[in-house]
């Protein structure tokens, strides 16, 4: 046992908890729950956003898929960040312009019904969920491997500690978490990128000569196809994470933590660099695992490659690098977690709880009791599910979750925003449709279904792609034509809705 790395992670739960104590004091309404009363900065919102989207699945999957399979590892990071340019361009500013609290909220402002409501509700829920698995996967691995607890403790373990900081802290504790670890991963992974430069002698060619040799892949090591040998499927990935930001609930409620559109603007400008910094250090942290550690000795680690990265810092650092890269490590899966916990608790309560079960007329005690009961059930759901995919990459995980987002929630809120003719039959129409048929293809693919028993099921996939944004983004699109197109409703409030995106009032 490393009592080095117990320490950190002390350190940094006990810091984390503080803050959250002295969030608690803050929290005294579902304003201040949900959104931290709108009175976040532009510069801390970024950051927080960043921190939000620098996740278990960026730092170790990332780094993992790198460090394993080369050029193919880079899609993993190269969509996700020119997604925020169709976050900035296309949803940032109408969102803020038409929300209060969640992405229903966006949505009911131009259609009033609770059919609405509940089925944006179940879609924030749901990718909630896929999205706190791959945090918890790497939670699960990271602890076993560090600390010597089981797997299922592991999970519970975070489980309890995410809980905690939305229970009593709200969004505020959630942003100043995320802004603290957003800190503590840059300086971490900044520290690993100069230390592997270093093994090359700043020489960044010298890296790449490197990789060619010290991987069982040669020179194909740096060409697409070790992992995506369908073009396809990587074409379709990359749809999926290009796509996939503007859809994900804990991302989206982050520009209600503002006060006004154009600070909304200047979070996604924020995040965009602190983001696009750490995702090219990462690049490098890859290959100098792939050069200084090897194939073989990091999947002997994890067969998913999701501990190359606190590998490299033991042989980089020693064993205080190791235990610090470690810890932060688990900081940003806490604090990414309890982002997603508090998205999911705040479409329970403030959508199916006090939208539709109580018509609007929950009293704030009565949507904080259901809040804070829906921020136990999320991870209770979200734990069963992470103990049936711990050998997955959490990477990949964390792109499905990204996919789901891009089918479900991203075609109705353009839809929304730009179609004068859309109506609520078409807004429930997409909704169900990118939904259930990313999750039906999920279920059908190679994630779940591989002839040599590498994913959960022994079988021949029936659907082909590992990842189906190219098919289930489309559906939910389409969905959304027909519904409409199928409906004899007619939409009053288009014009309304148009001016409020873009000016931020009413008329």
Avoid: C
């Amino acid at each position: 046992m490393n009592y080095t790395v117990i320490s950190l992670f002390l350190v940094i739960v006990v810091a984390t908890l503080v803050i959250t104590y002295f969030a608690a004091k803050l929290t005294k309404n579902t304003n201040q729950f949900y959104t931290a009363g709108g009175e976040l900065k532009g510069w801390q919102n970024g950051v927080a956003i960043s921190g939000d989207f620098m996740s278990a699945s960026s730092f170790l999957g990332i780094v993992g898929g790198i460090a394993l399979t080369g050029f193919d590892g880079l899609y993993l990071l190269l969509g996700a960040l020119l997604s925020y340019l169709v976050v900035m361009y296309l949803v940032a500013e109408p969102l803020r312009n038409l929300g209060k609290y969640t992405l229903a909220d966006m949505i009911t402002a131009r259609f009033k019904a609770n059919k609405v409501r509940g089925f944006a509700a179940l879609n924030t829920v749901t990718i909630s969920v896929f999205y706190m698995v791959a945090q918890l996967v790497g939670a699960g691995v990271l602890i076993k491997m560090l600390i010597g607890i089981p797997y299922v403790p592991s999970l519970i373990i975070v489980g309890v500690l995410m809980t905690v900081y939305v229970l009593f802290g709200g969004m505020t504790a959630t942003s100043w978490v995320q802004i603290t670890k957003a800190f503590l991963l840059l300086g971490g992974t900044f520290v690993l990128f100069i230390l592997v430069l270093s093994k090359f002698h700043f020489n960044i060619i010298d890296i790449f000569e490197k990789v060619k040799s010290a991987t069982p892949f040669g020179e194909k090591y740096l060409e697409p196809g070790i992992k995506n040998k369908n073009g396809l499927d990587a074409i379709s990935l990359n749809f999926g994470l290009l796509l996939g930001t503007a859809g994900l609930p804990h991302v989206l409620i982050r520009f209600f933590t503002v006060k006004d559109a154009k600070t909304a603007r200047k979070s996604v400008t924020v995040a965009t660099w602190v983001i696009s910094i750490f995702y090219v250090m990462a690049i490098f942290l890859g290959f100098g695992a792939a050069a200084l550690i090897g194939t073989d000795k990091i999947i002997a680690e994890n067969p998913a490659g999701n501990m190359a990265a606190p590998a490299l810092a033991r042989i980089l650092g020693g064993d205080f690098l190791f235990a610090f890269i470690a810890a932060v490590a688990f900081a940003t899966i806490l604090a990414v977690v309890a982002g997603i916990v508090l998205s999911g608790a705040s479409a329970f309560a403030h959508d199916f709880y006090n939208g539709i079960l109580k018509q609007g007329k929950a009293s704030e005690k009565q949507q904080l009791k259901a809040a804070r009961i829906a921020s136990i059930l999320v991870p209770v759901i979200a734990i069963i599910i992470s103990l049936f995919v711990q050998n997955l990459n959490v990477a990949f995980l964390g792109s499905l979750a990204l996919t789901l987002a891009a089918s479900a929630n991203l075609p109705v809120i353009l839809l929304t925003i730009y179609w004068r003719r859309f109506n609520t039959a078409g807004a429930i129409t997409s909704m169900i449709v990118g939904l259930f048929s990313t999750i039906i293809f999920v279920l059908l693919s190679p994630n779940v279904w591989d002839p040599s028993g590498h994913a959960i099921f022994v079988g021949k996939p029936i659907f082909p792609l590992a990842s189906p944004g190219i098919v289930s983004i489309p559906l939910g699109f389409i969905g959304g034509f027909i519904g409409t197109l199928l409906s004899k409703e007619k939409d009053r409030n288009y014009e309304k809705i148009l001016v409020q995106s873009n000016l931020g009032q009413d008329v």
